[in-house]
């Protein structure tokens, strides 16, 4: 029997999305909570147009994926052994920037709405004052990723410190965590991306406390380089990355290409793991930092080989085949369309935004 099951919403039972910041496409990540058999993956397209998803499961370097199409203002319930062989966690993928929700049920749980931040830095604003949160914890760094807790009261007082480390990439931790005082407000500070979900229970209620960014994760973005924002030409770009330059002739060509951009090119590069320091994305509505970083400038070119076409969230998705194949950028349709500060690139708040959304 087929268990998925398709419904139409009225358009009256509608509850509107938060604006999503303009990004190619759109991931939300879900921590290993159940057995496929006990899993129910809801998608809700509360668009007037067709969407497209699909579920994302990661096998060794290769991402198996399945295709799922929505009508307009419709809901597809999709069963946990229709795409998972195993208890494990996975993401979803939407090529639009708004308008899909992603609910994960499972059996004898809370459901739990899936968010699309990966952000180092997030503050879970509970519903109400709590001695307790369960917590999940989606590392979505290659390598290890040491995590810290703090739970703090409605006066700001620090209640609770926890230390956390997540040993593999997309290993789910999943704990209850006790306070000896009433909580309000949980954050996650992570050495490198990461998903959260956090529940606490308001009277004896479970209520899932949505994740939010205030302010974007810094970095430690060296005064001693040369910071440039590769992108597209778009009026909205839908992706963009940081390179750090300290080569004299190399920074005069960036400066170059920007005062004149007839003369831009494609920036070919060495990718390595981790951000740098410096490379993050400034389309993203939590300015995530990347889990890669340009390590070499190479060229710039007027053209270059299709094998590493591509973007910014394409290499950070597939990252661990980019890595272990040639680990060369040369995105097509990017160009280096400004300089920024170190502060720029530290806080991820661009001074002239006319530039960039």
């Known amino acids: 029997m087929d268990k998925r099951l398709k419904t139409i919403i009225g358009v009256c039972s509608l509850s509107l999305l938060t604006t999503l910041s303009a990004q190619a496409s759109q991931v939300f990540y879900a921590p290993e909570k159940c057995a496929p058999s006990e899993l129910q993956l809801v998608l809700i397209n509360h668009s007037t147009s067709e969407l497209k998803a699909w579920t994302q499961v990661r096998v060794g370097v290769d991402i198996d994926e399945q295709e799922f199409d929505l009508e307009p203002l419709s809901k597809l319930k999709v069963a946990g052994e229709d795409f998972l062989k195993h208890s494990q966690s996975f993401s979803v993928k939407t090529?639009?920037?708004?308008?899909?929700?992603?609910?994960?049920?499972?059996?004898?749980?809370?459901?739990?709405?899936?968010?699309?931040?990966?952000?180092?830095?997030?503050?879970?604003?509970?519903?109400?004052?709590?001695?307790?949160?369960?917590?999940?914890?989606?590392?979505?760094?290659?390598?290890?990723?040491?995590?810290?807790?703090?739970?703090?009261?409605?006066?700001?007082?620090?209640?609770?410190e926890k230390a956390v480390s997540l040993e593999n990439s997309y290993d789910t931790q999943s704990f209850k965590w006790i306070f000896e005082s009433e909580a309000t407000r949980i954050e996650v500070i992570s050495e490198e991306r990461i998903n959260s979900t956090?529940?606490?229970?308001?009277?004896?209620?479970?209520?899932?406390?949505?994740?939010?960014?205030?302010?974007?994760?810094?970095?430690?973005?060296?005064?001693?380089?040369?910071?440039?924002?590769?992108?597209?030409?778009?009026?909205?770009?839908?992706?963009?990355?940081?390179?750090?330059?300290?080569?004299?002739?190399?920074?005069?060509?960036?400066?170059?290409?920007?005062?004149?951009?007839?003369?831009?090119?494609?920036?070919?590069?060495?990718?390595?793991?981790?951000?740098?320091?410096?490379?993050?994305s400034f389309t993203a509505k939590d300015k995530s930092p990347y889990s890669w970083s340009v390590a070499q400038v190479d060229n710039f070119a007027d053209f270059a080989h299709i094998d590493c076409d591509g973007s910014p969230d394409l290499v950070e998705e597939r990252l661990n085949r980019k890595l272990n194949e040639d680990a060369r950028i040369c995105f097509w349709r990017y160009r280096i369309i400004r300089e920024l500060s170190p502060e720029e690139v530290r806080s991820g708040t661009l001074k002239n935004r006319i530039d960039m959304k």
Do not use: M, W
């Open 198 to 280: 956090v529940i606490s229970a308001a009277a004896d209620v479970e209520v899932q406390s949505h994740a939010v960014v205030k302010p974007a994760a810094r970095l430690p973005a060296s005064d001693k380089k040369t910071y440039f924002l590769v992108s597209t030409r778009d009026k909205n770009p839908t992706g963009a990355f940081v390179i750090a330059l300290d080569q004299t002739e190399q920074i005069a060509t960036a400066r170059e290409q920007i005062a004149h951009p007839e003369l831009e090119k494609i920036v070919v590069a060495t990718i390595a793991l981790g951000s740098g320091g410096f490379n993050r």
């Open 95 to 160: 090529p639009s920037d708004e308008g899909l929700q992603v609910i994960l049920q499972c059996k004898d749980q809370l459901e739990v709405t899936l968010s699309s931040y990966t952000s180092p830095f997030i503050t879970h604003e509970l519903k109400s004052a709590s001695h307790s949160v369960k917590v999940d914890l989606l590392n979505l760094y290659l390598k290890k990723n040491n995590v810290t807790l703090k739970a703090f009261s409605a006066s700001n007082i620090l209640v609770a």
